[in-house]
């Protein structure tokens, strides 16, 4: 029987076969979906943020940790309908108008998801209205805005004056990002916060709501 920390170290080695086997393993001993997830899935993922951070882990080796993460938090699903488990928050995201590129922002939901938000990916090419759109549906914590271009950088300023103009912007915290996307940028277009990767990404969005 695998136990919580041969799961958390499967998912630390991107193993995606040894992490289906073991979560179907502790399945079906009975174990607790919600310590699966917890002391499993998260725990391992959290070890990744640590070793990506310190330059230990690269982006390509996080993302076969987070699509093993992943892989086994839906075999875990279904369990985990009757049990009340605690968002940390929501986050509408999604790369700005004009701007096609969604390798950045896909890690990026990966892992909030995986550090226990619930993310509604608006996709790429999203125009201010649309991201408009998706905080009056939502009613989300966090706007999270990315952008590959220089070009497409001014699309940021766009939607923060458009959410200004609506009334929305004190009921959201904007974060952005995006390879040159840089902290006085983002303080110039009146965003809360600037994260270069996806790691930081999860844990200012983890300051942010106060998580």
């Known amino acids: 029987m695998p ?12 193993n995606l076969d040894q992490v289906t086997d073991q979560v179907q393993a502790l399945i079906s001993s009975g174990t607790d979906p919600v310590e699966i997830v917890n002391q499993g899935l998260i725990a391992g993922m959290n070890v990744v943020g640590v070793r990506f951070k310190a330059g230990d882990m690269y982006v ?11 892989s086994g938090l839906e075999l875990v699903k279904p369990l985990l309908a009757s049990k009340n488990i605690h968002s940390k928050g929501k986050v509408v995201l999604g790369t700005v108008k004009a701007d ?7 890690l990026v939901a990966m892992i909030m998801r995986s550090g226990g938000f619930e993310v509604i990916d608006v996709g790429i090419d ?3 209205e649309k991201f408009i759109e998706a905080v009056k549906e939502h009613s989300p914590d966090i706007v ?18 458009l959410l200004i103009k609506e009334g929305l912007r004190d009921k959201v915290k ?23 990767d996806a790691i930081t990404a999860t844990d200012l969005c983890k300051e942010l709501v106060g998580a």
Do not use: W
Request: with cysteine.
């Open 3 to 14: 136990t919580f920390n041969d799961l958390a170290q499967s998912v630390i080695s991107g």
């Open 60 to 70: 390509p080796e996080v993302l076969m940790c987070a699509r093993c993460m992943h």
């Open 100 to 106: 096609l590129h969604d390798i950045g922002k896909n």
């Open 126 to 128: 999203v125009a201010p």
């Open 144 to 161: 999270g805005m990315s952008a590959l271009l220089t070009t497409t950088m001014p699309a940021m300023k766009d939607t923060i004056d």
């Open 174 to 196: 904007v974060i952005v990002g995006g390879a040159p996307v840089t902290q006085t940028f983002a303080t110039s277009i009146g965003a809360d916060t600037y994260a270069a």
